[in-house]
């Protein structure tokens, strides 16, 4: 199909849901919707802003720290690993309900000087996007504003007075920490799954016969593993995190973009 506005071609495709922005807040929302079988794509922009972190080291699991370019890197793979989809592209413009189904426009880049737009169905959503949400216009979402900043108001479990619409980081006012922001998109995750009526007790991977032993049955979203299983999967991590930290992360520390006269906010070395 043809777009009169840019002449380029557009396309589109229908997700169970949909995750505007891949920051912290969005790759851990992502990353427990689509461990609970939630087909979800991530649209993300541009850079979380955790990347400008010079070192990242009130993080959990990180005794002495780790370089925020590779803590971005991980939560993307530890998104994608457990199944969600992650796609570069600007949300401009969603429009639509739970009952009909919510559509957004994304404008992706297919050449230096040209942009390529396209239309993503999603049964939901989860803005976890960051700073400029006229997007939402078109919504009726409700909005705070408080000085040059905008928050979209939520129920404190990441749900917005739109059915369907859900909200995560830095957009809820939360405080402004990378764990804070990981916290608020599996919050918002698992209100979404409970909301969806996937079956789900706790994600939680747990040794053979925890529940069973117990006569229990293995609750939905929990799994048990035999001590082979867990054993290669402790293989398996330690490879990754050895392959992870075997070299220093060769991206360059970004500054603040408004302190450079660089589009892309980098040092001028
Ligand atoms: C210099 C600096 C140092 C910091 N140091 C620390 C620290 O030491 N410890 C700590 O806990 N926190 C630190 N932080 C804060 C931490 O980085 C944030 O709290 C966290 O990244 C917020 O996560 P978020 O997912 O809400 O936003 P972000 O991580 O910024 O993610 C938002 C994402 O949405 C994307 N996006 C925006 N608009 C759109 C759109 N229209 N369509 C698609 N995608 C879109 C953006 O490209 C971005 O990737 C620091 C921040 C800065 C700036």
Request: aromatic share 6%; glycine share 10%.
């Amino acid at each position: 199909m043809e777009s009169e506005e840019t002449g380029t071609e557009t396309g589109s495709e229908t997700h169970e849901l949909l995750v505007i922005g891949g920051g912290v807040a969005g790759l851990m929302a992502a990353t427990y919707t689509a461990r609970a079988g939630i087909g979800t794509l991530i649209v993300n922009s541009g850079e979380s802003i955790v990347r400008r972190n010079a070192h990242l080291e009130n993080v959990p699991g990180f005794p002495v720290g780790v370089n925020a370019r590779l803590f971005g890197d991980m939560l993307q793979s530890q998104a994608t690993r457990n199944g969600a989809d992650l796609q570069t592209g600007t949300v401009t413009e969603l429009s639509g309900s739970l009952d009909d189904g919510f559509v957004a426009t994304v404008d992706s880049a297919a050449t230096k000087d040209d942009t390529v737009q396209r239309a993503i169905s999603a049964e939901r959503v989860i803005v976890a996007s960051w700073a400029d949400i006229d997007y939402l216009d078109g919504l009726g979402v409700e909005v705070r504003d408080a000085g040059s900043k905008q928050y979209v108001d939520e129920d404190s479990r990441g749900r917005t007075n739109v059915e369907g619409l859900y909200v995560a980081g830095r957009l809820t006012e939360r405080y402004h920490q990378a764990v804070i922001a990981a916290g608020s998109g599996a919050e918002t995750a698992i209100t979404l799954i409970h909301d969806a009526e996937v079956p789900f007790y706790n994600d939680w991977v747990a040794p053979q016969g925890y529940f069973t032993d117990r006569g229990r049955e293995v609750p939905p979203g929990c799994e048990e593993i035999s001590e082979t299983e867990r054993r290669a999967r402790e293989q398996a991590s330690m490879a990754a995190m050895q392959e992870y930290f075997a070299e220093p992360h060769g991206e360059r520390q970004r500054t603040h973009p408004s302190l450079v006269d660089d589009a892309l906010g980098r040092i001028d070395e």
